[in-house]
């Protein structure tokens, strides 16, 4: 069983920066594929990056250049980046654990999921 807790959201002007958080337990976080998806009310679930076990990290056009996945293996903990926010960003973002070490853009393909944590970009 794998627990993956989220931190690190907030409230931001567009433009501005934050960044997230996901600490997971467990002895196999290195050799699972992590990604962060978002959800916005009214909206289907969303992946936004994804980072593989041997660290390839993948990004959805929407965020390229602005955001980062990565991961830091030793502290079981993967973040992303998150600069020049935009209003659309606005969402509840959530990170998840595949026990296949490959990313996937689909959600089904994840065990594991966070409880989500807010972020909301103001105009």
């Known amino acids: 069983q794998v627990q993956l807790v989220e931190s690190g959201g907030g409230l931001v002007q567009a433009g501005g920066s934050l960044r997230l958080s996901c600490a997971a337990s467990?002895?196999?976080?290195?050799?699972?594929?992590m990604g962060w998806f978002r959800q916005a009310p009214g909206k289907e679930r969303e992946f936004v990056a994804g980072?593989?076990?041997?660290?390839?990290?993948y990004h959805v056009d929407s965020v390229k250049g602005r955001f980062t996945i990565s991961r830091d293996n030793a502290k079981n903990t993967v973040y992303l980046q998150m600069n020049s926010l935009k209003p659309e960003d606005t969402a509840a973002y959530y990170c998840?654990?595949?026990?296949?070490?490959?990313?996937?853009?689909?959600?089904?393909?994840?065990?594991?999921w966070g409880q989500g944590t807010q972020v909301t970009v103001s105009s």
């Open positions: 980072i593989s076990s041997g660290g390839g990290t």
């Open positions: 467990g002895r196999t976080f290195s050799n699972y594929a």
């Open positions: 998840a654990a595949r026990v296949v070490g490959i990313v996937s853009a689909s959600s089904t393909l994840y065990s594991y």
